[in-house]
């Protein structure tokens, strides 16, 4: 079966196969997305594709990138979820300061959430704001595992102040902020991950997103654009699982037949197959719910990215063993897949947050169960 690529993503698919799949596996190696790749990615104009164009396109787009590299893909994720905060919350003056470079990828943005103690249930949020003699806000917080945090020019930043948790656009070069590279993670280890930390950073008034307290809902907002991009990112992995996999099994002979002619081995490439479809069309569902302004694009998104990222990770594995020793050595796409795919059932709400929320959901309709937003306190 033909992985062909979703309708409207002609260029990106030749972009992934010429630009990105050759060169994976050394960014992988290297832990580092390179600058000309960054510019590549801005010529195309898809650093802005969150607001330039609809959200089923945006999903297939993130499903071809995710194909060729989930750290490039996490990149994209993070920033779109910071450019769509600026676009639909920031006031004025930071529309105008941060719009037009964040859609041109001329500058980059990143989400910083997560803290020790705030991982699936980001209202334990440490980070704080006050306000500042004479105006504005000093902000204080420790950020973990922010993506692309070594290389943006802002952060999304969540913290509490007076009225709950806010959350604000930091400008990565003012003073008392300050940032330190995550090395050797298992996965999406090109996407430039650091920690921040913000020490008495002062913040212009502009900086705070929406109005004080409006944290969780902006956060409840970012995250459904977050988990639209993975699930589409997943896809791509299962696409690019597929590839590998047919082809390996097309060229390697044992007992005396192809892999491919071992009806075992063509199970694991139907469950790939399948999985493949039915990825891609629970994207677009929520996708195209999210382009008619539908609220129920939530919790398509929550069932997106939950069937997605556990497809992607099966997909991922059955790779692998298809692949044999080959699959596991260092610097084959099997491997990475393999460890990018583990990633995506963390970020964005784990798949054990998905779960309860698609559940409390379906209870809360038939009646049963407390009611519960799709944050639900699930970063
Ligand atoms: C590569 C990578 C990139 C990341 N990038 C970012 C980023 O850009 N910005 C950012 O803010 N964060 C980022 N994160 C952090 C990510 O969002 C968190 O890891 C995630 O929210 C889970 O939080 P945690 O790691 O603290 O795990 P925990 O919340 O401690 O969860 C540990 C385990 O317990 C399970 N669990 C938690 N609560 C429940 C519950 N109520 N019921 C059942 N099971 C539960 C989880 O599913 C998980 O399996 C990144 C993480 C990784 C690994």
């Not at 997305?33 to 999903?59: C, D, K, N, Q, Y």
């Not at 529309?95 to 470079?101: D, G, H, I, T, Y």
């Not at 004080?212 to 696409?239: F, Q």
């Amino acid at each position: 079966m033909s992985t062909a690529a979703p309708p409207g993503t002609a260029g990106a698919r030749a972009f992934v196969d010429t630009e990105l799949i050759p060169h994976a596996d050394a960014f992988d190696r290297d832990e580092a997305i390179p600058e000309w790749l960054l510019g590549s990615v801005a010529e195309h104009g898809w650093w802005g594709a969150v607001r330039t164009g609809s959200m089923v396109e945006f999903a297939a787009l993130h499903e071809e990138i995710g194909r060729g590299c989930s750290s490039l893909r996490s990149l994209l994720t993070v920033h779109s979820m910071a450019l769509y905060a600026v676009d639909r919350w920031g006031a004025d003056a930071l529309r105008e300061r941060w719009l037009e470079p964040l859609t041109a990828g001329t500058a980059l943005g990143a989400f910083c959430l997560t803290e020790s103690a705030a991982g699936s249930d980001f209202t334990a949020v440490e980070a704080s704001a006050r306000p500042a003699p004479g105006g504005g806000w000093l902000l204080d917080g420790h950020k973990k595992w922010v993506t692309g945090g070594e290389r943006a020019e802002v952060f999304l930043v969540f913290a509490r102040t007076g009225r709950g948790v806010s959350a604000f656009l930091v400008e990565a070069g003012a003073p008392g902020v300050s940032r330190t590279p995550v090395r050797g993670l298992l996965g999406t280890r090109a996407a430039l991950t650091a920690e921040v930390r913000f020490e008495g950073a002062r913040l212009p008034a502009a900086a705070l997103l929406g109005a004080e307290g409006m944290g969780t809902a902006i956060a409840t907002g970012v995250l459904d654009i977050g988990r639209h991009s993975v699930a589409a990112g997943s896809t791509g992995i299962i696409a690019a699982a597929l590839e590998g996999s047919v082809r390996h099994a097309a060229g390697r002979r044992q007992g005396g037949a192809l892999l491919g002619e071992h009806q075992l081995i063509q199970r694991l490439i139907t469950r790939m197959a399948v999985d493949l479809r039915a990825a891609r069309a629970l994207c677009r569902d929520a996708g195209a719910l999210k382009d008619a302004g539908d609220p129920a694009t939530l919790m398509a998104t929550c069932a997106a990215k939950y069937f997605a990222s556990t497809a992607a990770m099966r997909a991922a594995t059955d790779a692998v063993q298809i692949h044999g020793a080959v699959g596991c050595s260092d610097g084959h796409p099997a491997n990475r897949l393999f460890r990018d795919a583990k990633i995506m059932e963390i970020i964005e709400g784990s798949s054990q947050i998905q779960e309860i929320l698609i559940a409390q959901h379906a209870l809360t309709a038939a009646g049963a169960g407390r009611p519960r937003t799709p944050e639900g306190g699930a970063s």
